[in-house]
């Protein structure tokens, strides 16, 4: 609910209406919020406060989807294929956005009941095991060599994080449309409209996020 301004801007960026995007998009976004809980997406970078990383995730979503909006994935062939395809690569681009960095509290760092009893072993959503083992506190162990790690993750992650329901609706319109989400969030992708449209998205947020805190972007 902390982020209902940023919903309200990601369904506004996608050609979808708002019962497909209740049934279509808001389970993965669910999805992301349990599993990173109220991470930050740094340590002292961007989006370093509590709750920062489902934040920035929401704001790449809603850049990478409205950056989407002026492009034309399939310009030619049946305009019939065409009107069916075109608004699943668009949600494509918002949900790469929301999934590039769901790798971050896998490799990035630990997280440790307050009281130093137990720690999260990531085969579940975080909020799940909070709630599992009545955790109301919890505290962060960075790790030091994380540099990138967090983008050998986000792949596979996705297809745990992704509802069934919303990789059918991609496959129906052509398995390339899904295969373009998981590759965009593959490392190491080139020439990939999707992973072209979440990095300018990142940036973006990134950028707008250090003005707002008056930190100064790191090289």
């Known amino acids: ?5 940023l919903l309200k801007n990601l369904r506004q960026s996608l050609p979808l209406s708002e019962p497909d995007f209740d049934m279509l998009i808001l389970p993965t976004v669910r999805n992301v919020a349990a599993f990173v809980h109220l991470l930050p997406a740094s340590e002292n970078h961007h989006h370093a406060k509590a709750g920062g990383l489902l934040r920035h995730s929401l704001e790449v979503a809603r850049w990478a989807a409205q950056f989407s909006n002026p492009t034309t994935f399939e310009p030619f062939g049946d305009p019939l294929v065409r009107r069916k395809r075109e608004p699943r690569w668009h949600a494509a681009a918002g949900l790469a956005g929301l999934l590039h ?12 009941a307050r009281d130093g009893s137990q720690q999260w072993n990531k085969a579940v959503p975080l909020l799940d095991w909070l709630q599992d083992h009545s955790i109301e506190r919890y505290v962060i162990a960075w790790h030091t060599d994380r540099h990138r790690a967090h983008e050998n993750h986000a792949a596979g992650l996705a297809r745990i994080l992704l509802p069934d329901l919303t990789v059918a609706w991609m496959l129906e319109g052509g398995s390339d449309i899904f295969n373009g989400l998981i590759s965009a969030l593959s490392r190491g992708t080139a020439d990939n409209r999707l992973a072209d449209l979440w990095k300018q998205a990142d940036q973006t947020s990134v950028e707008r996020d250090m003005k707002r805190s008056g930190v100064l972007q790191r090289d």
């Open 1 to 5: 609910s902390a982020q209902s301004e």
């Open 101 to 112: 960095d769901v790798g971050k509290p896998v490799t990035d760092l630990d997280v440790i």
